[in-house]
Nanobody, 129 residues
Framework: QVQLVESGGGLVQAGGSLRLSCAAS????????MGWFRQAPGKEREFVAA????????YYADSVKGRFTISRDNAKNTVYLQMNSLKPEDTAVYSC??????????????????????WGQGTQVTVSS
């Protein structure tokens, strides 16, 4: 069993920054890829970013490339999402997820939310204009 707990969400003005954290427990965190997704009211869940178990490989949605950075600290069992130049359209509940697949996959794998095995409860990010 895995527990994922997100933190760091909040209210920020457009152009501002936030750093989300996702703390994991229950399994060997460093063995698994992690992803971030978001869901705005009335919209489908959307892929944001994914990171390999070592942190050496990443994928990003086009909508966040150049503004968001995913990283991880395996010693702290934590994955991060640094969000800069935030826009009102970034407003959503952000959730982290863990994929039990042992090898790094193409981007289309990680952009599919059904590939993930465990999810956190989410943290709200609101960007005001």
């Amino acid at each position: 069993q895995v527990q994922l707990v997100e933190s760091g969400g909040g209210l920020v003005q457009a152009g501002g920054s936030l750093r989300l954290s996702c703390a994991a427990s229950g399994r060997t965190f460093s063995s698994y890829a992690m992803g971030w997704f978001r869901q705005a009211p009335g919209k489908e869940r959307e892929f944001v970013a994914a990171i390999s178990r070592s942190g050496g490989s990443t994928y990003y949605a086009d909508s966040v490339k150049g503004r968001f950075t995913i990283s991880r600290d395996n010693a702290k069992n934590t994955v991060y999402l640094q969000m800069n130049s935030l826009k009102p359209e970034d407003t959503a509940v952000y959730s982290c997820a863990l994929d039990l697949t042992s090898t790094w996959q193409p981007e289309r794998w990680y952009s599919d939310s059904t590939r993930y095995d465990y999810w956190g409860q989410g943290t709200q990010v609101t960007v005001s204009s």
